[in-house]
Nanobody, 116 residues
Framework: QVQLVESGGGWVQPGGSLRLSCAVSGFTFSIYTMSWYRQAPGKERELVANITNTGGMTNYADSVKGRFTISRDNAKNTVYLQMNSLKPEDTAVYYC?????????WGQGTQVTVSS
């Protein structure tokens, strides 16, 4: 059974930092590209970042480039999202995601709130 469990969300003031983690089980983590998505209230879910299976390539949404960093530890079956210089517009539920062929798996999400 595939499980993706996010953690690390919370409330932070503008300019602050948070590190999200996504612990994975139930499949061979090291062979799949992993992604982080987010969904703000009233908006569609959007891709934040993804990382290839070895970590050799990463991709970011323009809105987070230079502020967020995605990484992974294949020994720990975990993918991370380091978020710096957070802005109120980063407020959203953040989801971990993996696609195995035609099957898409999502975590339950973790809330990130950026406000003063």
């Amino acid at each position: 059974q595939v499980q993706l469990v996010e953690s690390g969300g919370g409330w932070v003031q503008p300019g602050g930092s948070l590190r999200l983690s996504c612990a994975v089980s139930g499949f061979t983590f090291s062979i799949y590209t992993m992604s982080w998505y987010r969904q703000a209230p009233g908006k569609e879910r959007e891709l934040v970042a993804n990382i290839t299976n070895t970590g050799g390539m990463t991709n970011y949404a323009d809105s987070v480039k230079g502020r967020f960093t995605i990484s992974r530890d294949n020994a720990k079956n975990t993918v991370y999202l380091q978020m710096n210089s957070l802005k109120p517009e980063d407020t959203a539920v953040y989801y971990c995601y993996v696609r195995q062929g035609l099957i898409r798996h999502w975590g339950q999400g973790t809330q990130v709130t950026v406000s003063s």
